[in-house]
């Protein structure tokens, strides 16, 4: 128990970690300041409460779940990430790890808890993977523009190269031939813009 009572005292004024224990009668047996104040929105200390007026109601068994571990295995630490209400009528996300706690005579008291607010990692990691989803579809559009330039457009464009070309050959007038030369010279431009686009994708 007393290193229990040291790393309460260690973390005691942490802005980012909050300590707490659960008694065998799943309530609160001890609730750090910076954990409280969380809730202040129950205008009351948590000690002495139920654990399960901070969870989301699905996450309860997951509680239980990793108490039994913690039971089970007496001195393993072990992970959780819980719901907890934010009195907004919402939730943070919390990432925990709990121990089981023993007296002097090998008896179980209850469950000691470390934890932290995660919401905004997992926030950036929903938008890190939306992003990278959002890259994959855009990199897919692309190849499919470059295909549709280097083939379907170019096709058709040196179909007027080619008869612009012809055309060329042909007797016609100085005025004919100054919109023909203008026609080629446009077509050759627009290859080229196409063939430099088709080379960044």
Not at 122 to 136: G, H, P, Y
């Amino acid at each position: 128990m007393d290193r229990f009572i040291e790393t309460n005292k260690l973390l005691k004024n942490s802005s980012f970690f909050y300590t707490i224990a659960i008694g065998m009668d799943s309530k609160y047996s001890y609730v750090s300041d910076n954990y409280n104040k969380n809730f202040d929105f129950i205008k009351d200390s948590l000690l002495g409460k139920l654990f399960s007026i901070t969870l989301h109601p699905d996450d309860i068994s997951i509680c239980a779940e990793v108490a039994m571990k913690c039971f089970q295995s007496p001195g393993g630490l072990f992970p959780a990430t819980l719901r907890k209400h934010n009195g907004l009528g919402g939730f943070v996300i919390t990432q925990w790890e709990m121990q089981a706690m023993f007296d002097e005579q090998n008896q179980p008291v209850g469950i000691f808890c470390i934890g932290y607010n995660i919401t905004e990692y997992v926030k950036s990691r929903s938008d890190l993977v939306d992003a990278k989803a959002e890259i994959v579809t855009k990199d897919g559009k692309l190849t499919e523009i470059g295909l549709l330039q280097s083939h379907v457009i170019r096709k058709p464009l040196a179909n007027i190269m080619g008869l612009a070309n012809i055309l060329s050959t042909m007797e016609m007038d100085t005025n004919l031939k100054n919109i023909n030369q203008m026609m080629i010279n446009s077509a050759n431009e627009l290859d080229k813009v196409i063939v430099d686009i088709s080379n960044m994708i």
